[in-house]
């Protein structure tokens, strides 16, 4: 069984300052990890994935997670907040790794963002 | 643009309607999936189909029920709903080959509400 566990529903930043989204996860099976982002009134966007290999992990509008497995932890920065980054983050656990035949995802409750002028 | 479509965007229904929420993705994949976003609550996973077959039902009350006629199209059909059921219901799609295998694809969401 796979679960996520995202420390925080509501974090609050000001502009310039640093973003830290906390994530850990508990997985039977090497892990996939992913970050979605959800803007008000639309879908869930990739920000980012690890699945094998470099640790540290570059997504899109310059976030970064670097993955530590022993602590089972995926945070999610970002150096310099900016205004538009308001919005809620996901983070997701994959089984992919365990041999399924497809990615069935499991999430963490949301953390929302919230960028302050 | 989003590569995967819902429609309607938004639906208000009562106890005793039956509609559908239609999903259609351009992506070439071959997984698709239903989930519920209710607030203040996770991702729920209620239906996983992998080349147009059920392969996964989260306990989904039968008052939801699924069709997958092709890889490129899913449909929730709703009857006699809950107002409980009122959420944002996603629709995704993934491939299970390539550099983006097991990553979801998300449409923009169905935004359901019943009276």
């Known amino acids: 069984a796979q679960s996520v566990t995202q420390l925080g529903s509501h974090v609050s930043v000001s502009e310039g300052a640093l973003v830290l989204l906390r994530c850990n996860y508990s997985?039977?099976?090497?892990?996939?990890l992913f970050w979605y982002v959800q803007y008000p009134n639309q879908g869930l966007q990739l920000l980012l994935k690890?699945?094998?290999?470099?640790?540290l992990v570059k997504g899109i509008n310059g976030f970064e997670a670097e993955f530590k497995k022993s602590e089972t932890s995926f945070h999610l920065t970002k150096p310099s907040a900016h205004m538009s980054d308001a919005a809620e983050y996901f983070c997701a656990v994959s089984d992919l790794a365990g041999g399924t035949s497809y990615g069935k995802l499991t999430f963490g409750q949301g953390t929302i963002l919230t960028v302050h002028p | 643009e989003t590569g995967v479509t819902q429609t309607p965007r938004h639906l208000v229904m009562g106890m005793t309607n039956k509609k559908s929420l239609k999903c259609e993705q351009h992506?070439?994949?071959?997984?698709m999936y239903w989930y519920k976003q209710s607030a203040k609550k996770p991702l729920e996973l209620m239906f996983v189909y992998n080349f147009k077959e059920q392969t996964e039902n989260n306990s989904v009350p039968s008052r939801f029920s699924p069709e997958c006629p092709n890889s490129s199209h899913l449909f929730l059909h709703l009857h006699t709903l809950q107002p409980e059921d009122s959420a944002l219901y996603l629709c995704?799609?993934?491939?299970?080959?390539?550099?983006?295998?097991?990553?979801?694809?998300f449409g923009e969401g169905s935004r359901l509400t019943v009276l």
């Open positions: 997985s039977s099976v090497p892990p996939y």
């Open positions: 995704a799609s993934s491939p299970l080959l390539g550099s983006s295998a097991g990553e979801l694809f």
């Open positions: 690890y699945t094998t290999g470099a640790t």
């Open positions: 992506l070439g994949h071959n997984a």
